[in-house]
């Protein structure tokens, strides 16, 4: 009894025995599977970690090449807006520079019409008033900035080109002298620079023009020189063949 009970226990000690090697080698295997898993694993992220890192290199490389040639630019930038700067400075030195030379000769170029306006005003006593009130006009346009020096120098050339063309032409016009406050109607003639003569529609009345006062002087009864004068309207209006004849012109 004692001797099976004893090899019944011993059987089963040898079967519990068994079964739990059996199941601490399933253990150990699982854990091998559990280790060589996780050592896959952490190989695996290292081999990510590792390959991470190349290309974090690879990226900061390359970022810092950027930096490099942006900063190159930044400076190449710097140097080119200091450039401009001092072109701007220069530019804006020569353009003041030129409105003051511009001003000035605006200024000079008003002077020098209003003198032409003065000498206009004492030359030969012809629609003087008229022609130093447009120079003096333009003067006061070129002052006031209205017109620019080159257009008031142009209109001022212009009316003294008129000025002179009075030395080589001649003229006759029908029109009134006032005479002693009254209006008498007649003929004028004048010649050039020289002379002016004015007859009446009457025929009575023959003034010539003196130059230097700028006043109409009467020729009285010198009959010569009422003849004379009363010829040469007829050749100036083609009323008689061309001839020479005196034309009072005062003495200087």
């Known amino acids: ?29 699982s854990v091998n599977t559990e280790t060589e898993r996780e050592k896959s694993s952490t190989q695996n992220e290292a081999k990510r970690h590792a390959a991470f890192m190349e290309n974090s290199k690879q990226k900061k490389a390359a970022f810092e090449t950027q930096e490099k040639e942006l900063r190159t630019q930044i400076d190449s930038l710097k140097a080119e807006i200091e450039k401009l700067r001092n072109a701007r400075q220069r530019a804006l030195g020569t353009a003041r520079n030129f409105e003051n030379r511009k001003n000035k000769y605006s200024e000079d170029l008003a002077n020098a019409i209003d003198s032409l306006a003065l000498f206009a005003q004492h030359g030969f006593p012809y629609k003087n ?69 004015f007859i009446s529609q009457n025929g009575e009345t023959i003034l010539w023009l003196n130059s230097q006062n700028g006043n109409w002087e009467n020729v009285g009864e010198n009959l010569a020189l009422r003849s004379a004068l009363r010829e040469t309207m007829r050749v100036a209006e083609n009323k008689a063949t061309p001839k020479l004849s005196p034309i009072p012109i005062p003495r200087q």
């Open 1 to 29: 009894m004692h001797l099976h009970l004893l090899l019944f226990l011993s059987l089963t000690s040898f079967i519990f025995a068994q079964e739990s090697v059996a199941e601490i080698r399933r253990n150990i295997k």
């Open 129 to 197: 008033s008229e022609v130093a009130e447009n120079l003096r006009e333009i003067s006061s346009q070129l002052r006031k900035s209205i017109i620019s020096a080159e257009a008031a120098f142009g209109r001022a050339w212009e009316a003294m080109l008129d000025r002179v063309r009075l030395g080589y032409t001649a003229e006759t016009w029908n029109g009134n002298l006032e005479l002693d406050g009254k209006a008498v109607a007649g003929k004028f003639f004048r010649y050039g620079t020289a002379a002016s003569i």
